[in-house]
């Protein structure tokens, strides 16, 4: 870790104290690591609802009430017949699953176009209907926005992600003049967004940065979306560095990679079920899972029909169970490697 990196972890405006940064990720006891993921999960707890088999949570300041377990966009574009995404998205919304995750850049569009398909036929009302754009420059973000608007069918979108925020230098970007924040606020003053966040998957570090980026420049995030599983707890932890930060702010939280696509459940360390309850456990609006089949949201239902609130027992166990295979970020490849980085090997999509 150099200097300046290790500086802005001790001084950066939006942070809390964030405990022993070590070469390889975070130092914590388990105990510690048990005790926080319990503790911080309150405040969400105190509203959250459940209706028939699906558990609702608020997201953040914004007062939407959406479903605890969030359909992946990804997904729905890879399936070789389209029908079956169709299929998927309306037995999961009949379901109870309200939160709909994409991104412009999904399987060249394709997820979008389904996604959009999908939610004909009064389904649009339904669900909370969020994408990501990956544009740094304002022209490049606008027209990304309209292609998505139009593959989706829609003219409102709920809420807008500045996609892939993976490199110390794009909150710079996003936010220079003529950057791609420029267009998010100017369509949301326009009525074709509502709320507007920001993921990314690398280091928290540049997540710190983007949320004190944000801050000097009079702006606060509605959400943002982070890896948060049962790795993640032991190697360079959002869950250690950055969470706290966005329940400290009232900043609804996105879960993603609770199976680390599936590289974590090959670790033989945890159970599908049991990864998400974990998930579930922190203080997150919404757990966003990939769906490619309807036995795999009989699983993501059955999490949240079955969810209860791990106790510092259960997550201490679990947390030992796993610290040794995540030791080296291993099975973290968004973290260790260009894996999952569809902006590095598509730099033109930036703009």
Known sequence: MDISRRHFLKTTSTSLVLGTVASQGITRSIAAAAQSA????????QTEIRRGDMVYRLLGRTKERVSVIGLGGYHIGNLPVEGDSTRIVRTAIDRGITFMDNCWDYNNGTSEIRMGKAL???YREKVFLMT??????????AQQLDESLQRLQTDRIDLLQHHEVIRPEDPDRIFAEGGSQEAMLEAQKAGKIRYIGFTGHKDPFIHLRMLDTAAKNGFHFDTVQMPLNVMDAHFRSFEDQVLPVLIKNNIGVLAMKTFGDHFILQSNTVQPIVALHYSMTLPTSVVITGIDNLQVLDQAIEAARTFKPMTNEEVASLLSRTRDAAVNGRFELYKTSQHFDGTAMHPQWLG
């Open 120 to 122: 004909r036929d009064g």
């Open 38 to 45: 319990t503790e911080l999960s309150g405040q969400i707890r």
């Open 132 to 141: 990501k754009l990956d544009g740094r420059t304002k022209q490049a973000a």
